[in-house]
């Protein structure tokens, strides 16, 4: 399949899904065709296996819904977002190239000042061998306590120094579909249940903060619903090589995401993406980045982990459970046994087991 007929046929289902958006969604089209894309890895179009050659490790790529929507809308793109960026790394390296001028912005921020990526890494780890509900629980904390006030100071600061511009806050997908069919990973029912929740609260309470700001907020659940991991058509990566690759966007996600943001920034339809549109930006896009290097170079992607059941402390976990490390069934008994004690003992203490918290 070509990449325009790829891109037409997402951007088509995507845009036939009712969209959550509020706060300036349906305002008039900008003033200006400037166009700002802010954020994390989401934006910055990890997952896609192509990135641009500019001189950092932000894993830009031509495949982002920021690209793909700048081509489709005809806006001229500054493409600042950068893989592993929290609110903070947002706020102190990215806020540069918004101006009076500008005519759009879109942010993805929060993902990292959980760590998510750590959370996946743990609870993918057999239940003998990790705490998937606790590392969910400090990420529950640091979303409600914390993440409310940092996310209005990142929007205040936008509206500050773009105060003319469309601003869209754009959300995160729920990753699973309640199977794992990965031979590497063993995460349980009750755990993506509790991971999916943990996601549906980030999103609230990202959107609750855009309102706030009078930003629009567009949601990707509903477009993403029927293509999470292990589905039989993903727009989410699994556990994938490289491993940075793992539980993001895929091409198809990208082109997804696109056809949720784009009407979040624009009333009228645009045009079809094409090969040669994406050729021409590559070059800007590359330069872009070339000269914000140093900018970037202190921000670190937050990494997913595959489970090593190798390490010693692995063998020294399987020792304790009965578990026999070359036998996968005698790790799977242990893994259902270990997370069925947890889950007594959560039920037991009034904690959450399958709600975010």
């Not at 969604?25 to 802010?38: C, D, G, Q, R």
């Not at 489709?72 to 190239?97: E, N, P």
């Not at 929007?155 to 031979?183: E, M, Q, W």
């Not at 659940?221 to 589905?231: E, L, Q, V, W």
């Amino acid at each position: 399949m070509t990449v325009t007929r790829l891109i037409s046929r997402v951007l088509g289902v995507a845009a036939a899904i009712t969209l959550t958006i509020t706060g300036m969604a349906t305002a008039s089209a900008a003033s200006s065709t400037s166009y700002v894309a802010l954020g994390d890895s989401y934006s910055a179009g990890l997952g896609t296996g192509s990135y641009l050659n500019d001189g950092t490790s932000c894993s830009r790529s031509l495949y982002a819904y920021p690209v793909l929507d700048a081509a489709r809308l005809g806006l001229t793109l500054t493409f600042r977002a950068c893989a592993g960026s929290t609110v903070a790394d947002v706020r102190a390296t990215q806020l540069g190239a918004l101006s009076g001028s500008t005519g759009y912005v879109t942010v993805t921020a929060g993902g990292n000042d959980i760590g998510f990526a750590s959370v996946l890494t743990e609870c993918a780890k057999p239940a003998w061998f990790s705490d998937c509900n606790g590392a969910i629980d400090a990420a529950v904390a640091v979303i409600r306590a914390q993440l409310p006030a940092s996310l209005a100071g990142l929007y205040a600061d936008i509206r500050a120094k773009a105060p003319n511009s469309r601003a869209v806050v754009v959300g995160y997908p729920r990753l699973f579909n309640g199977t794992d069919c990965h031979l590497l990973t063993w995460f349980s029912g009750a755990e993506m249940t509790r991971l999916n929740a943990t996601a549906d609260l980030l999103d609230s309470v990202t959107a609750a903060a855009a309102s706030a700001a009078g930003f629009a907020f567009a949601d990707p659940r509903p477009a993403f619903t029927g293509h999470a991991i292990c589905s039989s058509s993903p727009w989410i990566n699994n556990l994938t090589w490289p491993l940075d690759d793992s539980f993001h966007p895929n091409r198809t996600g990208q082109v997804g995401y696109a056809g949720v943001v784009a009407p979040a920034l624009a009333t009228t339809a645009g045009t079809a993406v094409t090969a040669s549109m994406l050729r021409a930006q590559a070059v800007i896009l590359t330069a872009q980045g070339k000269a914000n290097a140093a900018k970037d170079a202190g921000i670190r992607q937050q990494r997913v982990v595959a489970p090593d059941l190798t390490t010693p402390e692995a063998r020294a976990a399987a020792a304790a459970a009965g578990v026999d490390l070359n036998d996968r069934a005698s790790i799977a008994r242990a893994d259902r046994a270990a997370e069925a004690r947890q889950i007594a003992i959560r039920t037991a203490q009034g904690l959450p087991v399958v709600a975010a918290g």
